[in-house]
């Protein structure tokens, strides 16, 4: 069996100003490489937001209206900021970094390397690393996203006894719009989460969480209802 992972099964592209990433791409996880070059043509440095006290932004990031920027936050860059954003103290935004309309990075929070789309919620000691997240994706509190094998070598995706190699040596997750995971929880390298999937606290998950599921425990997944 061919595992299929295509950006419209997992993402609302309406829900994202840069749509264009994704064309041409099979694999969702096929923008990672892409977003580099394509931050680098595209982004036109500027803030159309508002900067409280001096928290440090790099020359290569760009800052949507309305947007706030609090003391303390560390946006190193390129990145991308939308509209309506809290950038808050503590937040540390790295390099080649997505962060879309109304979403809200917090304190202890720290980005690389990944696409956020509209209204994401990364808000208390969280680590994302090499991921995307679609629109209203929630991590609470201390969830981690881990994006490299101890091993350090390619990450692959795995559902039940099958696999595909991603071809990356980092890559964190593919989160589907509106998918929530619970305080303390760890995603490992390669893990995708469909749409509106919910992972309890704590939690320890690899491989594919299909969409609209409740995993209790790595073991024990049940389907959502509501």
Known sequence: ?????????????????????????????????????????????????????????????????????????????????????????????????IVGAGSVVGNSSEIKHSILFARCQVPHFNYVGDSILGARVHLAAGVIVSNLKLNGTTIDVRAGGDVVNTGLRKFGALIGDEAEVGCQAVLNPGSVLGRRTLIYPGVCWRGVLKAGSIAKTAEHVFERRG
């Not at 840069?18 to 931050?39: C, D, I, R």
């Open 1 to 97: 069996m061919s595992l299929s992972f295509p950006p419209a099964e997992y993402l609302d592209l309406a829900q994202t100003e840069h749509a264009a990433l994704f064309e041409g791409v099979t694999q969702a996880w096929e923008v990672l490489p892409k977003l580099k070059e394509y931050l680098a043509r595209t982004i036109r440095p500027g803030n159309r937001g508002r900067i409280i006290g001096s928290p440090f932004i790099g020359e290569h990031v760009f800052i949507g209206e309305g947007t706030v920027i609090e003391p303390g936050a560390y946006i190193k860059g390129p990145a991308w900021i939308g509209a309506g954003c809290e950038i808050r103290h503590g937040a540390y935004i790295r390099e080649n970094v």
